[in-house]
C-alpha cells in the first residue's frame, strides 16, 4: 500500500464530483425556477388556428378604429356574483342596448371559457344596464362583449381582466 501526496493546489477527483455536482445542480436549479415562472405567469392566447387568426386581422383592426371613432365607453363591472354591462356614449349619455353577451375565455387554455348572456337589469340604479348571475374563478380572463347598440355590427369591447375574490380588479 503505497501513500499518495497531494501537493497545494492539485485537481483531485473530490474537485471534480463537486465542479460536476455544482453545474447540474444550477442547471436544475435554473430549469425549476423558469418553470415554475413560465407556469403560473403566462398569459398567452391560444387561438384555433393561427393562419385564419392573422388573415383576420386587418379587417378586425379596420373595424376596431371606426368603433373607437364613435367615442363609446364600456362599463364592466363584476362582483358579488354578478356580471353587469352598459356602454355610455362620448358626452356620458347611456347607449340604449338591446342585448349583450360576454364570452369569458381563459388566455392560456379553452376548458372553462364561458358564454353569458345578460339580461336587462332591473332596480332604480341600473337603467342602462344589462347584467346575468355568473362568478369567473380567479385568475386572468379576456372578456370578450358584443353589445348590440342597434349598428351594422355588434359593438365588441375586448379586455384582460384580473379576478381577485370574486370580483373585476
Given at each position: 500500500?503505497?501513500?499518495?501526496?497531494?501537493?497545494?493546489?492539485?485537481?483531485?477527483?473530490?474537485?471534480?464530483?463537486?465542479?460536476?455536482?455544482g453545474f447540474f445542480g444550477v442547471v436544475i436549479g435554473v430549469n425549476v425556477t423558469m418553470?415554475?415562472?413560465?407556469?403560473?405567469?403566462?398569459?398567452?392566447?391560444?387561438?384555433?388556428?393561427?393562419?385564419?387568426?392573422?388573415?383576420?386581422?386587418?379587417?378586425?383592426?379596420?373595424?376596431g378604429r371606426a368603433q373607437a371613432a364613435l367615442g363609446w365607453d364600456g362599463r364592466l363591472t363584476i362582483a358579488?356574483?354578478?356580471v353587469r354591462y352598459s356602454l355610455v356614449d362620448a358626452?356620458?349619455?347611456?347607449v340604449p342596448l338591446h342585448g349583450v353577451r360576454v364570452l369569458f375565455r381563459h388566455p392560456s387554455y379553452d376548458a372553462q371559457d364561458k358564454a353569458?348572456?345578460?339580461?336587462?337589469?332591473?332596480?332604480p340604479d341600473s337603467a342602462g344596464e344589462f347584467a346575468a348571475r355568473h362568478t369567473p374563478k380567479d385568475g386572468v380572463w379576456i372578456v370578450e362583449i358584443d353589445a348590440d347598440a342597434?349598428?351594422?355590427?355588434?359593438?365588441?369591447?375586448?379586455?384582460?381582466?384580473?379576478?381577485w375574490k370574486g370580483a373585476l380588479q
Open positions: 500500500m503505497t501513500a499518495t501526496m497531494h501537493t497545494a493546489g492539485e485537481f483531485t477527483g473530490k474537485h471534480m464530483l463537486l465542479t460536476v455536482l418553470a415554475t415562472l413560465a407556469s403560473t405567469s403566462w398569459t398567452g392566447l391560444v387561438v384555433e388556428n393561427t393562419y385564419v387568426a392573422s388573415q383576420q386581422f386587418n379587417n378586425r383592426a379596420k373595424q358579488s356574483g354578478e358626452k356620458g349619455k347611456l353569458v348572456t345578460l339580461t336587462a337589469a332591473s332596480g342597434g349598428l351594422a355590427l355588434p359593438f365588441r369591447d375586448v379586455r384582460r381582466i384580473i379576478i
